[in-house]
Every structure is written in C-alpha cells, then in structure tokens.
Nanobody, 124 residues
Framework: VQLQAYGGGLVQPGGYLRLSCSAS????????AGWFRQAPGKGREFVAGIDRSGDATYYRDSVKGRFTISRDNAKSTVWLQMNSLEPEDTAVYYCAADNRHPRFYSRDPRMHYWGKGTLVTVSS
C-alpha cells in the first residue's frame, strides 16, 4: 500500500486544518489506519487511529474532542480533521496503515506502511 498525506500548512492558534491521506495498491479496506506526528526534537507519537470499517476510533488524550479521524474505503482515503489547534500541535504529520487493530497503535506504533509527512505549523 502506498500512502500520500497532504493538507498541512500554517494556521493560527484556534484555527483548523483537514489532513487527507490517499492510499493506492491493495484495497484500503484491508487495513486499519492511523495518524502520527513528530514535533521538532521529539519522537514520533500516535495521534489517532481508525479500524477497517471506520466504526472504531482512538485518540491520544491531548487531541480528544478537537481532532476527528474518518475514512472512506470507496475513495481509499482517510482524513484527520483538526480543530482548535494549539502551538503544541505543530509537527510533521504522517498517515500509516497496518493489519493490526488500531487499539494497539498507541502502545506499539510500528506500522506496516507509512506515507511521507505533511507539516502542520500552528503559530500566530
């Protein structure tokens, strides 16, 4: 599976962005999907995950209530809607796919497939 993330940019605190990730290759419905991020000088961390059908979603605590992950398997796309952005959300965001259920992504972020990142900068 090849993944391509896009939609990053510069936004003011309190603003919003929507990241998209397009998949190609094997049917996207075979995989759970997730968004991860890496801030400058920090390690990569789990942000959100969604199961194959889109029925189950998971979030890191700091983004709950602000971020929403969703997917459309017919379009082979997963999105991350990010609202009420904070400077601490500044990072390179990566989409990823894996055969495992997304409940495991936060504990073990070793995903099978990764896309190139897209930079999100939250600054006034």
């Amino acid at each position: 599976v090849q993944l391509q993330a896009y939609g990053g940019g510069l936004v003011q605190p309190g603003g919003y962005l929507r990241l998209s990730c397009s998949a190609s290759g094997r049917p996207f419905s075979f995989y759970g999907a997730g968004w991860f991020r890496q801030a400058p000088g920090k390690g990569r961390e789990f942000v959100a995950g969604i199961d194959r059908s889109g029925d189950a979603t998971y979030y890191r605590d700091s983004v709950k209530g602000r971020f929403t992950i969703s997917r459309d398997n017919a379009k082979s796309t997963v999105w991350l809607q990010m609202n009420s952005l904070e400077p601490e959300d500044t990072a390179v965001y990566y989409c990823a796919a894996d055969n495992r259920h997304p409940r495991f992504y936060s504990r073990d972020p070793r995903m099978h497939y990764w896309g190139k990142g897209t930079l999100v900068t939250v600054s006034s």
